[in-house]
């Protein structure tokens, strides 16, 4: 579609995927510019295919816009009727040249704060919603708005007002609309599309990760009496935080998880008939001969807790003894500890576990106490243990509550941060498992 109206569902069965591909190859611009560019029109033109689609959801929209962010500015879109939708076209010069039509500039971004970066030329937005002696034009952004970009587009179509929302709260209207009762309820169409919407932009990431609650650490305990509902949350959830996980940048260096890819076939593991107490989601490192990186929330029954766990697993017996032997030279063994103590491994521990996963050594160890001495007896146990599968774990460890020991950290209540301390916790392992996997000391990042 170049531009101008929507071809209505009924014409040829599009759904709200029906994409706009994006533009071609250009010279100085990155594949990653590119595939963002694509994003931020198309997840604008589901918006504004479900607004076409089911007229009601529209009017919601509308009527949620005035409520949450115009009415405290002296302004409100009446009636909040949607007259025409238009996809990566903007007003007419009529429109803009007429006093009497409010023009609204709706920014909607990922995340809270701006960018000031000023790459895009802005030639045109990306949709225009048109009622009745009004229009709202979009222009969205993945990682912030340009502030630069904003202003001209503000300027070029006389705007008389401009806000920016999360596409979180546009998730959260279009939820609202789902739970109307009465004549307002939702259609089976109108569900249908804002489900494929709610999902397309949590696949993508646009929304942030909703983050564990105490309900999730609480669900595990119950066991085989727990209810089907919450068993489907839990999963639901670490899909989610599988998916954002892909796609979330640090916040401080911008750098992605790109060195570790997915197992494959990739998929939430437990929860089944026979795993019902925890739930893992694994990643490998770029090496096929890797060791795994893991999620795993899993409860401590005889204690009553439940903990999320990140860690790197050596399981392989051949790995283990080349970690004896690195352990048992002298260099080595002293390089190794004074790097498990440094200040990016606190509230980390590692241990020895049999295939049931109860500790084969006596002791697991806290990163920032360990010893030569420690890492030695490790070493020794894992020459010594006659156990047909063994784990040397690497392993943070959060709580929701308060932590009941100091090796482990209590996990952030928000969404966000608790996905930011996962990443940092898989960033840091990753050094850990590439060695682990055979690649030489001098030449691990990071280590």
């Known amino acids: 579609m170049k531009g101008g109206h929507c071809s209505k569902m009924s014409d040829k069965g599009h759904n709200i995927f029906d994409y706009f591909r994006g533009p071609r190859p250009r010279r100085g611009v990155s594949k990653e510019d590119l595939e963002n560019e694509v994003l931020e029109n198309n997840v604008t033109k589901a918006l504004l295919n479900v607004m076409e689609y089911c007229p009601e959801l529209g009017r919601q929209f509308i009527t949620w816009l005035n409520e949450k962010h115009l009415i405290r500015r002296g302004l409100t879109l009446k009636p909040p009727d949607i007259k025409d939708v238009r996809i990566l076209e903007g007003p007419t010069s009529d429109e803009i040249a007429d006093a009497n039509i409010t023009r609204i500039l709706l920014g909607i971004k990922k995340h809270e704060a701006d960018n000031d970066r000023d790459t895009s030329k802005g030639e045109r937005l990306d949709g225009t919603v048109v009622g009745q002696g009004w229009l709202v034009a979009i222009e969205s952004k ?51 599309l804002v489900e494929q919407f709610c999902g397309f932009i949590r696949q993508k990431g646009l929304v942030p990760f909703p983050g564990f609650q105490k309900r999730h650490f609480d669900c595990p305990l119950r066991g085989q009496k727990e209810e089907n509902g919450e068993q489907e949350e839990l999963k639901d959830l670490f899909s989610q935080l599988r ?68 860690y790197a697993d050596v399981e392989d017996r051949k790995r283990l003894r080349r970690l004896a032997s690195f352990i048992e030279k002298r260099n080595g063994r002293a390089k190794l500890a004074r790097k498990l103590r440094s200040a990016q491994f606190s509230g980390y521990r590692v241990g020895l576990y049999d295939k049931e996963w109860k500790k084969i050594d006596e002791h697991e160890y806290e990163c920032s106490k360990i010893s030569n001495r420690d890492l030695t007896g490790l070493a020794e146990s894992i020459r010594t243990t006659r156990n047909e599968e063994v784990h040397l774990a690497l392993t943070k460890v959060f709580v929701l509550d308060t932590p009941i020991s100091a090796a482990e950290h209590e996990l952030p209540p928000d969404g966000e941060s608790q996905l930011r301390e996962i990443a940092r916790a898989m960033r840091y392992l990753y050094p850990f498992a590439r060695f682990a996997s055979g690649a030489p000391w001098e030449k691990t990042t990071g280590w």
């Not at 006389?158 to 929302?165: D, F, I, N, S």
């Not at 490192?285 to 439940?306: A, G």
Request: proline share 3%; hydrophobic share 35%.
């Open 142 to 192: 993945l990682g912030g708005m340009e502030r630069h970009q904003l202003k001209r587009e503000e300027k070029k179509i006389r705007a008389t007002a401009v806000v920016q929302l999360l596409w979180k709260e546009v998730q959260e209207c279009f939820e609202r609309a789902l739970k109307m009762e009465g004549h307002q309820a939702p259609s089976e169409k109108e569900r249908f």
């Open 243 to 310: 998916g954002q996980l892909v796609w979330y940048k640090y916040s401080d260096d911008g750098e992605r998880l790109n060195n570790l890819y997915w197992e494959t076939p990739s998929r939430v593991k437990g929860l089944r008939a026979k795993e019902r107490d925890y739930a893992e989601i694994q990643f490998r490192c770029r090496s096929k001969s890797s060791v795994p990186v893991n999620v795993t929330l899993w409860p401590d029954k005889e204690n009553r807790r439940v903990f999320l766990d990140v």
